[in-house]
């Protein structure tokens, strides 16, 4: 879960609604539900488009969690700390 740190920035695991979007695409693993050959498209077995419009569905689940949480603020912002603050070796 979020704490809140000094100087009021959180860190760690920040829920959003919108990722349960991406447990669409991992319906096609439960493969009894397009085990079949009927029906066709265009001379497709159904097993073979299916898959094929999960592929498009899941790229589509994806692009939507990406823009209705690509502006969302993650909290945090930039460490204050620079390279050389963070180099624990000795350079001599």
Same mark, same amino acid.
């Given at each position: 879960?979020?704490?809140? +740190?000094?100087? /009021?920035?959180? !860190? ?17 693993? %439960? ?5 079949? *050959? ?31 949480? +690509?502006?969302?603020? !993650?909290?945090?912002? !930039?460490?204050?700390?620079? %390279?050389?603050?963070?180099?624990? /070796? *000795?350079? !001599?």
């Amino acid at each position: 879960m979020s704490t809140a +740190k000094p100087g /009021g920035r959180v !860190r760690g695991f920040q829920f959003s609604a919108w990722n349960l979007l991406l447990l669409i695409p991992l319906l096609i693993l %439960v493969t009894p539900l397009f085990n079949f *050959d009927e029906p066709r498209l265009f001379g497709l077995p159904f097993f073979y488009w299916f898959q094929l419009a999960f592929v498009v569905l899941g790229v589509l689940c994806t692009g939507i969690v990406y823009l209705a949480t +690509k502006n969302k603020p !993650r909290g945090g912002g !930039r460490d204050e700390l620079s %390279v050389d603050d963070l180099d624990e /070796g *000795d350079a !001599r």
